[in-house]
């Protein structure tokens, strides 16, 4: 299977239309509201389809499953097809915020059995100079074929499973939500008692690409995690959280679980406790 990370070099080797070059999905998405695809059709990469995150990456959100449930399998072959995108196909996902939206297309396709890689530096890797202007408008590609496959039970957990205890829980939140200084959408602030903070956005580095393999060890290292076994990543909505379980197995780490219902499920609980600090 390819890596989980890809650089720019790897992405100018296989570009758009060369024989088994892959399929660029743009993944952008933003937390604020703003529209992923009209900043797509602004300007994206040359050949990339646009992937949306609220019709094929997540259910409808209702307080019960949180705020982006993993879709059913069948609603997110659809989105594979319709976007051309087949069961043999490679698939490059990038945004424009080093990562962090990108990594739940990425992660969703891994873990089914495609595959798939996150572009490391996203957008902010196109050189006008070197690869030529940014694309605009709408890439459509053929109809593809795409198999539903069942979310697999291995990789991720439920709340039940959080509530009974035993797991490595790793909140990739901005440490200001973690501590519950600050919560600009949830029900509550804080986080699940006993879950360790790794915000997803310090696995990078000032130019927006992951850091070194090296660093990302020892940054997991220092909240106790040298092996993803056992380890559950959460976020507010499963997007995010992503990002931690591919930087983990770039770091040669192996791979850990999602929790799909995240802090957005937990907090629509009041009667479970939160934890701050």
């Known amino acids: ?13 296989h570009p758009d239309g060369s024989p088994g070059s892959p ?18 059709e602004r300007g994206h990469l040359p050949g990339a ?35 051309g995108i087949g069961d043999a196909d490679v698939v490059v996902a990038y945004d424009d915020l080093g990562g962090v939206v990108a990594a739940r297309l990425v992660w969703m396709l891994r873990v089914t059995g495609h595959e798939a890689a996150l572009l490391d530096g996203g957008l902010a890797v196109h050189d006008a100079q070197r690869d030529g202007p ?20 291995e990789a991720i957990v439920e709340l039940d499973e959080v509530l009974a205890g035993g797991l490595v829980l790793l909140d990739a ?27 997803c956005r310090e696995n990078l580095g000032p130019d927006g690409r992951l850091l070194p393999v090296e660093q990302l ?18 976020c ?23 929790w799909p219902g995240s802090w957005s499920q937990y907090s629509n609980r009041p009667d479970l406790p939160a934890g701050t600090g």
Do not use: K, Q
């Open 134 to 153: 940014l694309s605009t408008g709408t890439v459509a590609r053929p109809r593809a074929r795409f198999t539903p496959h069942p979310w697999p039970a």
């Open 1 to 13: 299977m390819i890596a989980p990370v890809v650089d720019a070099a790897w992405w100018r080797a």
């Open 217 to 234: 060890r020892a940054r997991f290292a220092t909240i106790g995690v040298t092996d993803a076994t056992g380890t559950v990543s959460y």
């Open 23 to 40: 399929v660029l999905a743009d993944v952008r998405w933003y937390l604020d509201g703003r529209s992923g695809r009209e900043a797509y």
């Open 173 to 199: 939140r901005d440490g200001a939500r973690y501590r519950g200084e600050t919560e600009p959408v949830d029900p509550r602030a804080g986080h699940v008692p006993g879950a360790r903070s790794m915000p």
């Open 236 to 258: 507010g909505s499963g997007i995010n959280a992503c990002h931690n379980l591919l930087a983990m197995e770039h770091a040669g780490l192996g791979r850990g679980r999602l």
């Open 49 to 83: 389809v646009f992937v949306d995150v609220d019709r094929w990456l997540a259910a409808p959100g209702i307080p019960e499953r949180g705020r982006h449930p993993l879709p059913p399998p069948e609603v997110f072959a659809e989105g594979m097809a319709s976007g």
